[in-house]
């Protein structure tokens, strides 16, 4: 029986595995967190960069190696032949007291830890965002395919009506074709949309590792709120203090400085403790050669680098250098936060106004396409306007849902150049879904 339930879990484990996943923005972020290839990768190299700090301590620690040798030695000379073996065990310890080149590269790895760390937060910003933009992406998708069915429906109607009135003689061919063309080409796009949601599932499984279907919805009141503060010289100042790369690159200048300093001390004396022991064991067949004997030797060892080939002079101007390059990647840097950080407040500021005039834009639409299908009935209008009229309101549907899901990732690009992005704003945009009626 225990058999029995145990090949009955595996079978759930399993068909749970491959079967389609319905789930909100914050699930499927919860899942990326731990199927993601990139942020994985990420998160193994920050574990990585850690074990740097222990290991620069480690250079202050004893060290201590052994090593044995087992010999035979056989003379020949006028006097006599002797033969004699030897056998030796040495015990080295070695501890350093005083290198200030490894104390400058422990400090450097102090540096280097909070650099992958400040990558590791970055990596995960980016997880947050790539999780959004793919989530919105599919459900782009979706509503372009919604408002092509919509669209069909409504063209299917008015091309009905076309071949009625064209059966009493009230139409024209022209009408009727007209409506053809429109069904086809609305055929077309709802195939299109299709194919796009195919593609966006698969880039949605690409960081989940499962088929994610029935994705809950934006609802309709969700906020529309201009950047706070209103100000886009605030968001550059912010983003040059906090986001998080730009933090990156200065301290990675400060281990460049701390290059040239462990450079510049590379001439100083090193003081180290060294302590040998040496255990031997000799049989000769001269027995004056013969026997046992230990010896203890502890010394304290004072090194002088006077030179080393030119080596310390090398790697001094490359030390300068390297500091060079890393101000120009710093540099680089901070233009880019204001650049991203002014072209996010931008996207935000200008979504909302956006919305607002798509939203504005579909009640007219709605209202035209009424007054269109009336005058057509009436004989004042053609079927062609009254097919402009559904295409241009079916254009200003797909706008304005695709105007709100660029209006949120604008939001959360924004708090992402400002170094503020965390898992509380993918939190308060998941409040703004809700679980779909399909």
């Not at 994985?40 to 920050?46: F, K, T």
């Not at 395919?145 to 669209?151: G, H």
């Not at 008015?158 to 009493?168: H, I, N, S, T, Y």
């Amino acid at each position: 029986m225990a058999v029995l339930w145990a090949v009955i879990a595996v079978i759930a484990v399993i068909a749970w595995a491959t079967k389609s996943y319905g789930a909100d923005l914050w699930d499927i972020y919860e899942l990326a967190l731990t199927n993601d290839p990139q942020y994985q990768a990420a998160v193994l190299d920050h574990e990585s960069k850690r074990i740097n700090l222990p290991l620069a301590k480690s250079a202050f620690k004893p060290s201590v190696t052994a090593n044995s040798q087992v010999g035979r030695q056989i003379s020949d000379s006028s006097a006599a032949s002797k033969t004699s073996n030897d056998h030796s065990i040495n015990l080295n310890l070695n501890l350093p007291l005083y290198d200030k080149t490894k104390r400058a590269t422990i400090t450097q790895s102090r540096y280097q830890v909070d650099v992958s760390s400040l990558r590791l937060r970055d990596a995960k910003q980016r997880l947050i965002l790539r999780v959004a933009n793919r989530y919105f992406n599919l459900l782009s998708a979706q509503d372009a395919r919604e408002v092509a069915r919509l669209e069909k429906i409504t063209i299917r109607r008015q091309m009905d009506l076309a071949g009625k009135r064209l059966e009493v003689g009230l139409g024209t061919r022209t009408d009727l074709f007209d409506a053809r063309a429109r069904f086809k080409l609305a055929e077309a796009n709802e195939i299109q949309a299709q194919n796009q949601i195919n593609n966006d599932i698969a880039l949605l499984k690409q960081i989940i590792a499962i088929t994610p279907e029935a994705l809950s919805t934006l609802n309709d009141s969700a906020p529309l709120e201009l950047p706070a503060p209103n100000d886009v010289d605030a968001w550059i100042n912010r983003s040059i203090e906090h986001n998080v790369l730009l933090k990156a690159e200065r301290l990675n200048l400060e281990i460049a400085l701390q290059e040239i300093d462990k450079q510049r001390v590379s001439r100083s004396p090193t003081v180290s403790l060294d302590a040998n022991h040496r255990f031997s064991d000799s049989a000769s067949t001269d027995s004056s050669h013969s026997g046992k004997s230990n010896t203890t030797s502890v010394s304290l060892v004072m090194r002088f680098p006077f030179y080393l080939g030119g080596a310390i002079n090398l790697t001094a101007q490359q030390a300068g250098l390297e500091y060079n390059r890393t101000e120009r990647l710093l540099e680089q840097a901070r233009r880019l936060a204001s650049v991203e950080t002014t072209s996010a407040f931008l996207a935000v500021a200008s979504g909302v106004s956006q919305v607002e005039a798509l939203f504005d834009a579909i009640t007219a639409g709605e209202s035209a396409l009424q007054a269109k299908e009336q005058g057509f009935s009436a004989g004042l209008t053609t079927n062609l306007d009254v097919l402009d009229a559904q295409r241009d309101l079916s254009r200003s549907r797909t706008d304005y849902l695709r105007a709100r899901y660029n209006y949120i990732i604008a939001v959360l690009e924004l708090e992402r150049s400002a170094g503020q992005l965390d898992e509380q704003d993918l939190k308060r945009v998941n409040s703004w879904l809700e679980v779909s009626a399909q």
